[in-house]
C-alpha cells in the first residue's frame, strides 16, 4: 500500500527551537507538497517541490525552510519556532499534480 | 492560484439522508478534485472529474461539474455515521490549494 509517512504525530516543542518535520513517500512522486491547517483557514500551502532540490514558495512561507535532497524526502524546517506556529502539519506527493496522497499529519504546540 | 470554495462550511443530517456539498471556483480548470478528511488526519482522495465530464459516479459518491457555472456538487446517497468527515475540494493541476471546507455530521 502507497503511503506518505510523516515522523511525529505530535510534536511539542518551544520557542526558538528550530524544529524539523519530516515526509517521505514511498511511491516514486516527483511533486511534494507541505501545509498547515488552521481551524476555519483551510489547508494553507506553505511550500513545495517538483523535483529534487528544487523549492517553490506557496502562500505563508514566511518563517519556515525546506529542504529536498532525496525524490523521497521532503523536510520543513521552522528556523525559530513561534508560539503562531502552533498547527497541524499535512505533507502530500502526487504524480503530475494529479490525485494527491497525504501523510497523516503532525500536530505541533510550540510553548 | 485555483482555490476551491466549499459550501456549505457545516451540513448536520439524519443517517439515510443524502448529503450534498458545493464548490466553486474562479478560473479554467483541467480537473477538479473532491477530498475527504476524518478528525485530526491526513486527506483521502475520493473521486477525479475532469473539464470535459458533467458527472461521475464512485459507490455511494455523485459528483457533477458545472465549467460554465464554474461550480461542483458532492452528492452522498444514504448516508452512514461514518460518513462524518470535512470534505474538501480542490482545482488546479499544479499547486494544488484547497479551502477551509464543508464539516459534515451524519447523526446516527
Known amino acids: 500500500d502507497v503511503k506518505v509517512t510523516q515522523s511525529s504525530r505530535y510534536l511539542v516543542k518551544r520557542t526558538g527551537e528550530k524544529v524539523f518535520l519530516e515526509c517521505v513517500q514511498d511511491m516514486d512522486h516527483e511533486n511534494m507538497f507541505w501545509y498547515r491547517q488552521d481551524p476555519g483557514l483551510g489547508l494553507r500551502l506553505i511550500y513545495f517541490s517538483y523535483d529534487v532540490k528544487m523549492k517553490e514558495k506557496g502562500d505563508i512561507p514566511e518563517g519556515y525552510s525546506v529542504s529536498r535532497e532525496k525524490k523521497e524526502r521532503f523536510s520543513l524546517i521552522l528556523e525559530s519556532a513561534s508560539t503562531n506556529q502552533t498547527s497541524m502539519y499535512l505533507c502530500a506527493s502526487s504524480f503530475a499534480a494529479r490525485q494527491f496522497t497525504f501523510g497523516s499529519g503532525t500536530r505541533l504546540t510550540v510553548v | 492560484s485555483q482555490q476551491g470554495e466549499e459550501d456549505p462550511q457545516a451540513l448536520s443530517i439524519q443517517e439515510g439522508e443524502n448529503a450534498t456539498m458545493n464548490c466553486s471556483y474562479k478560473?479554467?480548470?483541467?480537473?477538479l478534485q473532491w477530498y475527504r478528511q476524518n478528525s485530526g488526519r491526513g486527506l483521502v482522495h475520493l473521486i477525479l472529474i475532469r473539464s470535459n465530464e458533467r458527472e461521475k459516479h464512485s459507490g455511494r459518491l455523485r459528483v457533477t461539474l458545472d465549467t460554465s457555472k464554474k461550480s461542483s456538487s458532492l452528492l452522498i446517497t444514504a448516508s452512514r455515521a461514518a460518513d462524518t468527515a470535512s470534505y474538501f475540494c480542490a482545482t488546479d493541476e499544479h499547486d494544488m490549494r484547497f479551502g477551509a471546507g464543508t464539516r459534515l455530521t451524519v447523526k446516527p
Open positions: 478560473t479554467s480548470i483541467n480537473n
